[in-house]
């Protein structure tokens, strides 16, 4: 079983519809929780850290569950400019500080 | 101030021959992590510096595979002898002290092709 598991998509919706992704963890010990944007041929950038308590910045809100280990990302009003891929990441909290495990990635894309 | 830089940005060469990656991370920055992402493969962790010393080299995949960051600052990986399931996109990322997974920046990564 993967450390990270995400649904890979493609999710693809029209323009100003709301999209959700999820994100499972295997480990119970881990510590932080992300989610990261990745252009086509670019490299990740950080969208959001994401914390027990929910964060929300702008159009996207990000939750985690810990009991059920899933971390999830809600885009409200997409746009045209929100499509890429979005990666969820986790530090596994256990020997190295500062590591971070990624999943897949789930492909997302708005139309017009 | 100037981000992660990665050199080079593309490489293209023989299995078997030798292809040596550079990073140089913002300066100040005393983490320093490898990451690859293999062709329809998540991207995966290879190691973490700690200024000149490493950290956590649990996710280098073979001896071919030789990271250095001498005197704590840019890094090098170096894989020799390369073979064909080595291509993907290295991505080298940095965050200061005390940051740890917080603070990452990266940078637009090595895009290797071993033929």
């Known amino acids: 079983r993967k450390e990270v598991e995400q649904d890979p998509g493609p999710f693809n919706v029209p323009e100003g519809a709301t999209v959700a992704f999820n994100c499972t963890y295997s480990n119970s010990a881990s510590q932080s929780f992300f989610w990261y944007r990745q252009d086509c041929r670019k490299e990740p950038k950080l969208l959001m850290s994401v914390y027990s308590s929910g964060n929300e910045d702008g159009r996207f809100t990000a939750q985690l569950n810990r009991a059920s280990q899933y971390i999830s990302l809600l885009i409200r009003d997409s746009k045209l400019s929100d499509s890429a891929t979005y990666l969820c990441?986790?530090?596994?909290?256990?020997?190295?500080?500062?590591?971070?495990?990624f999943g897949s990635g789930t492909r997302l894309s708005i139309r017009p | 101030e100037a981000g992660v830089t990665q050199f080079p940005s593309h490489s293209v060469i023989e299995k078997g021959q030798t292809v040596t990656l550079r990073c140089d991370p913002i300066s100040g920055h005393d983490n320093l992590y490898w990451y690859r992402r293999v062709m329809g493969k998540e991207i995966k962790f290879l190691l973490h510096f700690v200024k000149e010393s490493k950290q956590d080299e649990s996710g280098m995949p073979n001896n071919r595979f030789l990271a250095e960051r001498t005197g704590g600052t840019y890094s090098t990986l170096k894989v020799q002898p390369a073979e064909l399931e080595d291509s993907g996109v290295y991505f080298c990322?940095?965050?200061?002290?005390?940051?740890?997974?917080?603070?990452?920046?990266f940078g637009s990564g090595t895009r290797l092709t071993v033929v």
């Open positions: 990322a940095s965050s200061q002290d005390g940051k740890g997974p917080y603070g990452y920046t």
């Open positions: 990441a986790v530090n596994p909290g256990y020997s190295s500080a500062s590591k971070i495990i």
